[in-house]
Every structure is written in C-alpha cells, then in structure tokens.
C-alpha cells in the first residue's frame, strides 16, 4: 500500500534551507564557510521588544488567543496600514497567523479550488509554487522584463478562465528591485479588469533604501477589494523567529482565512502577538538603524564587486541576484561552496537558471570577505 500522498511526492526541499543547513555543517568542522543562503536579518530582535516580552508573561499573557489573533495586535497592525500606508481595513479584516508563510497558506486554501491558477512572476520566492501545489493550485509563471519586473504583456497572455490569482513582491525576494506608483497602477489595471485577486506580499516593506514604498491596495477601492494584503514583524524587527505574519482583506476572505487556522493551528503564540503590539506601536526607532546598515552593506557590494557580474539594481530586502556570462547556477553555486567557501543559492530555485542569490545578512566583515573570494573566483572561474 502507498502512504504518501502525490502532493507529498512531488514537493521538494528547500534549496535555500538544505544549502544553509550545509554550511553551517562544514563550519561546524572548522571550515571557515561565509554563509550568504540565509532570509533573515543578522540582527538580534530589539532588547526593549524581548523586555516587553517578559513583561507580557508576566502579566499572564500565556493563555489562547482568538483564532484571528490578538484583538490589540489586530488594531494596532489597523492603525499602522491606516497611518503609514493609506489603507482602512476593519479590526474583522485582519488575520494575524504565524509567520507571513502560514499567511500565504492560509490564503490559498481559503481561495483556491482544485485547478486554479496561480500566476507567479519569476524570479519568485522559492516556496510560492509548492505552497499553490500545496493547496490544490496551478502554479503559472509570468515573465520579467529588463527591470525584472512583471512583463504585462506576458501577464495578459498567462490570465485564463481558470486564472484566480497574481502574487506581487515588492520589494523583491530574489532580486531587491521596488515597483515604482506608475507600475502598481498598471499591473492594477489589468487585475481590476481581469477580476483577478492580488496576493501582495509586502514583508520586507521597510527594508527599502532608495524608493517610497507603496501598496498596490492603496491605489483605489476596485484594486483594494482584490488585494490580500501579506505582512508580518519578521524582517522589519528582525523577529523571525517569533512567527508573526497577518493578512489584510475583504471580510469574506478574512472570516474563510480564520475558520481555516481555527482548526488548523489557532492563533500564533500569544506572547509573539503581544510583544508584535509593542514592536508596531514603537515603529521606525526600533528598526532605523538595521536599515542604515544594510545600505551601507548594499553600497559595498554595489561598490566593490567584479564589473563583470550583472545584476538587477537592489533597492530593497537584503538580496542581489548575481549572474556571470552564462552560467549553470548549480555548478557555479556547488563550485563557489568547495573552492571558496561561500555559500548561495542557485538561481534554478528562484525559476531563473542564471543567477544566484546572495543575502548581505551578515557582517560587514564577512561580507568584505565574502567579495574578495568571489571576485578572486570569478577571475578564474
């Protein structure tokens, strides 16, 4: 008898996870590994954030929530969108779950019925196509233009009967580029005529360097409607993990999103939600200077690495999506990790074969290191 289910078989691991976890093994054995795989900040959470944290324990914060979450965090995560992103959104209409992957989720199976479609613009998030599987969807990719961007054209063509939904990341996880207003509204165009649904996911919202982020929900009524909004506390306080993520979105879709983590997970750890209220309300001052120091970083590397390498310009996140004529990323990643001992992540993971990715989410001194041993292996490469 087989046990396993076909969606089980055909999910695979996670590059990004199977490469980060063999890094840290021959670090382990005394290699002198620099390890550029990882998606998360190098920062630890705020002291006042952990502070706060024990206080809440304290104070008998340790019990259940409701399965939507913590009413407080609720209508903070309300007045943040509000104040910072023109956006109104009813307590009711948020769903905080836990971490901005259990969010995408928790949407998809909300939404989707066996063979929908699911465009996903590559390069993309290496988890967005399983997590469509996952839940019964069809991933369909869209292609880039020479802004690695959505290219609308493409987009128009991939938009079926079947179409339900169109993930947007900006900023991006693999390349860094920040869609301008210009470009929101277009893209917002073709949804609202479409009558598609947007799945914006928005968590390295404030890690963003040389642009004004803006919301595609923020552009009008038609579009907001049709837009899950994802974020969470993750990269912007440097909170991975303490697994916060919440969603915003019409009150039909939130209600379907919260009987689902009802009896599913319930509501996150009520000490992350309440440490979460603490960490929003106090806004800019706990994360200013993490931002500043990964524009130092991304200059750096802007700065110092081989000409030869090409990249879309990073604007924001903590990634630059690297390419070197026409290479294997595979190869060029397995090489890289025995001749130099600098860990990436192929490009193939992303949908795009011909780069790799590289996280600045580590020191400023392993990253001076990290590029004299790309430059010197790109020389003989």
Same mark, same amino acid.
């Given at each position: 008898?087989?046990?396993?289910?076909?969606? @089980?078989?055909?999910?695979?691991?996670?590059?990004?996870?199977?490469?980060?976890?063999?890094?840290? /093994?021959?670090?382990?054995?005394?290699? &002198?590994?620099?390890?550029?795989?990882?998606?998360?900040?190098?920062? !630890?959470?705020? !002291?006042?954030?952990?502070?706060?944290? +024990?206080?809440?324990?304290?104070?008998?914060?340790?019990?259940?929530?409701?399965?939507?979450?913590?009413?407080?965090?609720? /209508?903070?995560?309300?007045?943040?969108?509000?104040? =910072?992103?023109?956006?109104?959104? &009813?307590?009711?209409?948020?769903? %905080?779950?836990?971490?901005?992957?259990?969010?995408l989720f928790n949407i998809f199976? @909300?939404?989707?019925?066996?063979?929908?479609? %699911?465009?996903?613009?590559?390069?993309?998030?290496?988890?967005?196509?399983?997590?469509?599987?996952?839940?019964?969807?069809?991933?369909?990719?869209c292609g880039y233009n020479e802004?690695?961007?959505?290219?609308?054209?493409?987009? *128009?063509?991939?938009?079926?009967?079947?179409?339900?939904?169109?993930?947007?990341?900006?900023?991006?996880?693999? $390349?860094?580029?920040?869609?301008?207003?210009?470009?929101?509204?277009?893209?917002?165009?073709?949804?609202?005529?479409?009558?598609?649904?947007?799945?914006?996911?928005?968590?390295?919202?404030?890690?963003? #360097?040389?642009?004004?982020?803006?919301?595609?929900?923020?552009?009008?009524?038609?579009?907001? &409607?049709? $837009?899950?909004?994802?974020?969470?506390?993750?990269? $912007?306080?440097?909170?991975?993990?303490?697994?916060?993520?919440?969603?915003?979105? *019409?009150?039909?879709?939130?209600? @379907?999103?919260?009987?689902?983590?009802?009896? $599913?997970?319930?509501?996150?750890?009520?000490?992350?939600?309440?440490?979460?209220?603490?960490?929003?309300?106090?806004?800019?001052?706990?994360?200013?200077?993490?931002?500043? =120091? #990964?524009?130092?970083?991304?200059?750096?590397?802007?700065?110092?690495?081989?000409?030869?390498?090409? +990249?879309?310009?990073?604007?924001?996140? #903590?990634?630059?999506?690297?390419?070197?004529?026409?290479?294997?990323?595979?190869?060029?990643?397995?090489?890289?990790?025995?001749?130099?001992?600098? @860990?990436?992540?192929?490009?193939?993971? #992303?949908?795009? &074969?011909? +780069?790799?990715?590289?996280?600045?989410? %580590?020191?400023?001194?392993?990253?001076?290191?990290?590029?004299?041993?790309?430059? =010197?292996?790109?020389?003989?490469?």
């Amino acid at each position: 008898m087989e046990y396993l289910s076909e969606r @089980a078989k055909l999910l695979r691991p996670s590059a990004t996870m199977a490469l980060n976890k063999k890094a840290k /093994e021959m670090k382990s054995n005394g290699l &002198d590994v620099i390890n550029l795989t990882v998606g998360e900040p190098d920062f !630890q959470t705020p !002291q006042e954030i952990i502070e706060f944290a +024990y206080k809440a324990m304290r104070d008998g914060y340790t019990k259940y929530t409701e399965e939507k979450g913590l009413k407080e965090l609720r /209508e903070a995560i309300c007045e943040k969108l509000e104040k =910072e992103n023109n956006l109104k959104y &009813d307590v009711e209409e948020i769903v %905080v779950s836990n971490g901005a992957k259990h969010s995408l989720f928790n949407i998809f199976l @909300a939404i989707l019925n066996l063979g929908d479609e %699911v465009i996903i613009p590559v390069p993309y998030w290496v988890s967005y196509p399983a997590i469509v599987s996952i839940c019964g969807g069809v991933p369909v990719f869209c292609g880039y233009n020479e802004n690695f961007k959505i290219d609308l054209e493409d987009l *128009k063509k991939k938009i079926t009967r079947k179409t339900k939904a169109l993930i947007l990341n900006s900023p991006s996880n693999p $390349t860094g580029i920040v869609y301008e207003k210009k470009e929101l509204e277009e893209l917002a165009e073709i949804i609202v005529s479409n009558k598609i649904l947007c799945i914006s996911d928005e968590v390295y919202e404030k890690i963003i #360097f040389d642009k004004e982020f803006i919301s595609i929900a923020s552009l009008g009524k038609e579009i907001k &409607d049709l $837009t899950i909004l994802v974020n969470g506390v993750s990269k $912007t306080f440097s909170m991975t993990g303490w697994r916060i993520g919440y969603t915003a979105s *019409k009150r039909e879709i939130a209600d @379907a999103i919260g009987k689902i983590q009802g009896q $599913t997970t319930s509501a996150p750890s009520t000490i992350s939600q309440k440490s979460s209220v603490f960490a929003i309300k106090q806004g800019e001052k706990l994360f200013k200077n993490m931002i500043i =120091e #990964f524009k130092k970083r991304r200059d750096f590397l802007v700065q110092n690495l081989s000409k030869e390498i090409k +990249y879309p310009y990073p604007e924001g996140a #903590f990634y630059m999506f690297l390419s070197y004529k026409n290479i294997d990323s595979i190869e060029f990643a397995e090489k890289l990790l025995s001749e130099k001992l600098i @860990a990436v992540v192929p490009g193939s993971e #992303f949908g795009v &074969d011909k +780069y790799v990715r590289i996280s600045y989410a %580590v020191s400023s001194e392993e990253l001076k290191k990290a590029v004299e041993r790309i430059n =010197e292996f790109i020389r003989r490469f």
